[in-house]
């Protein structure tokens, strides 16, 4: 027997705070354009169970994802392993972990949010009821990779229309055991950098999961795939990326969900009663580090505030003990049956690394999820490397990581998904 709870919660900030993902915020929001929410899908099996939480939110760091998900195990009796902590990426929420970020660190928000986080877990598995789930994968034209060749050896930030894309469209749907439906998981990896600014937000998702919901009368939830060198690409009066209106970011989100709703057509039933779900750390290793003259010209020169920021934080370590080599992230895989699985990676990964996990675990149906448990920092697949750019050499000083990583990190991972996988099939 298979039992779902589905259940959401607003975790919209009550007043102005400091947001997060751009570099160049120099005061706190001014407004709400749209209220954020936390959603939660919990999933019972036979013999084992998950609790998939998401939320408008940029991700969360090691520290504060594993805080959650000892917090929300101890109050639903679920084990840390069995819960599942995902975003939306939004640029547009509030700045409540360290980065190299303006501003502060909103505390109190961290605080409200860690409730609110807990309640909703709570309250999906309260809701538990004997249902289905079923599976669609439909295609989506929305998005474009970033990543444009200079023709000099280097990538400029740009449209690429001829640069790789998972297109996939997945979504998961749940009912009760008469049919009716309960909920809805969409993912997708494409970047929520629509909109930029002061006001409060969750981008296409949050549009294209209120889309859904007024059109299937369930509530409808989004995680963001694999899109580290992906974006929304709104044409107008140059050839780069435009900001666009909300009227027409909710018309693109709305053509969306009617994709969605397309695909759901040739949805087929997932059986989930033999559900397994496992989590394992592995170490994704830095390139060289940097040394101590470096760090202290950089935290006493650099042109740039948050890289001064970053030296200092760095300089803090290495006077601790050294700079670690390494950076843990975790790999969550939750397999409803042989035929049928998602994959969760902590980090901004690159869509290359979740479309190489897709082709090797063919073929069995595979949704890759990042923004996971953990947004420890750019996860580059080894065919950026040698373009270089922001997200394989540029990005690391905003997550306070010493230094970009080694170009072996996709290999790494693709084994490590490859050898969790195999360990449940046996």
Not at 22 to 40: F, I, M, P
Not at 97 to 111: L, T
Not at 360 to 386: C, F, H, K, R, W
Request: charged share 20%; with cysteine; hydrophobic share 40%.
């Amino acid at each position: 027997m298979t039992k779902i709870g589905i259940a959401s919660i607003d975790i919209t900030p009550q007043h102005p705070v400091w947001l997060t993902g751009y570099g160049n915020r120099d005061h706190k929001s001014e407004g709400v354009y749209q209220s954020l929410t936390a959603g939660a899908v919990s999933i019972a099996g036979d013999a084992d169970e998950v609790l998939i939480l998401t939320g408008d939110l940029i991700g969360y760091d090691l520290a504060y994802a594993a805080a959650a998900k000892n917090r929300i195990a101890e109050s639903t009796g679920l084990l840390p392993r069995q819960v599942v902590l995902t975003a939306t990426h939004t640029h547009c929420a509030p700045f409540f972990y360290p980065m190299a970020m303006p501003g502060e660190v909103e505390q109190e928000y961290a605080e409200f949010l860690l409730n609110q986080l807990v309640q909703v877990a709570i309250s999906a598995k309260g809701q538990q009821t004997e249902g289905a789930v079923a599976f669609s994968r439909g295609r989506s034209e929305f998005g474009v990779s970033r990543r444009l060749p200079d023709g000099k050896g280097g990538v400029q930030f740009a449209p690429n229309p001829a640069g790789p894309m998972d297109r996939d469209l997945d979504t998961l749907w749940f009912s009760t055991a008469c049919g009716e439906l309960i909920g809805s998981l969409i993912i997708f990896g494409c970047h929520p950098t629509s909109r930029g600014g002061y006001m409060i937000g969750g981008d296409y998702p949050g549009f294209l999961c209120r889309a859904l919901s007024e059109q299937t009368k369930a509530p409808s939830f989004f995680a963001t795939g694999c899109a580290g060198n992906i974006r929304p690409w709104f044409k107008g009066e140059n050839s780069g990326f435009n900001t666009p209106s909300l009227e027409d970011l909710e018309a693109a989100s709305r053509q969306i969900a009617a994709e969605v709703i397309q695909s759901r057509q040739d949805a087929t039933s997932v059986n989930a009663e033999a559900l397994q779900v496992t989590s394992e750390f592995h170490h994704l290793p830095y390139a060289e580090l940097p040394d101590d003259a470096m760090l202290r010209d950089k935290a006493e020169n650099h042109a740039n505030p948050l890289i001064r920021r970053w030296a200092s934080e760095m300089l803090k370590l290495s006077g601790a003990g050294g700079l670690p080599n390494s950076c843990p992230q975790e790999v969550q895989v939750v397999q409803f049956n042989h035929e049928m699985r998602a994959v969760f990676l902590g980090g901004e990964v690159l869509t290359e690394i979740g479309l190489h996990i897709k082709s090797a675990l063919q073929p069995a149906a595979t949704i890759t999820v990042a923004y996971s448990n953990g947004l420890i920092a750019y996860v580059p697949s080894e065919e950026t490397y040698d373009l270089g750019g922001y997200e394989v050499d540029g990005s690391h000083f905003y997550f306070l990581k010493p230094a970009p990583f080694a170009k072996k990190i996709e290999n790494l991972i693709v084994a490590k998904t490859l050898d969790m996988v195999k360990k449940l099939q046996a």
